[in-house]
């Protein structure tokens, strides 16, 4: 069973990163949950970023917010996929700042990116990716892509 780490640089980013987790428990993968700061414990983000994928870790999920440095060094240090999730912080200048720190990353060195405070959609990301070589998850994946759809059409039929 594949296994997505959604790690945060701070306890203050749970609130935006719970979307993360929920739609992944959704999805029925399961999820690790930790606290990694790339400023307050170095040792600590060189120790999970080598060894994520040493523990079954497929896919991992970094949400940070200000200078949010997170997603870029868990990518330069594992060879896993990083999900950088933007997150608007009490010091932080509108999110355009951690917005450009994860998007920006140099050649090599890749972050997918999701919107500010976007991280349903990095748990979306992170079982499409799963899916794509676990049935199961992608047969889940189909059937809330499906869901999304039929929610539409019966709001369209509200409206008339």
Sequence with gaps: MSKVAVIMGSISDMPVMQDAIDILKG????VEVDIVSAHRTPEKLFDFSKNAHTRGISVII???????????????????PVI?????????IDGWD?????????????VATV????????????AQIIG??????????????????????KSS????
Excluded at 157 to 160: A, I, S
Aim: no cysteine; aromatic share 4%; hydrophobic share 45%.
């Design 132 to 153: 794509s070589h676990d049935k199961v998850v992608l047969d889940k994946i189909i059937a809330y892509k499906e869901s999304l759809k039929e929610a539409v059409y």
């Design 62 to 80: 970094a949400g940070a917010g200000g200078a949010a440095h997170l997603p870029g060094m868990v990518a330069s240090m594992s060879p896993l």
């Design 115 to 126: 919107a500010l405070n976007g991280a349903k959609n990095a748990g979306i990301l992170a």
């Design 98 to 110: 951690s917005v450009l720190s994860i998007l920006q990353m140099p050649g090599g060195v890749p």
């Design 84 to 92: 950088g999730v933007p997150v608007k912080s009490s010091n932080s």
């Design 157 to 160: 039929e509200g409206l008339k």
């Design 27 to 30: 999805f029925d993968i399961e």
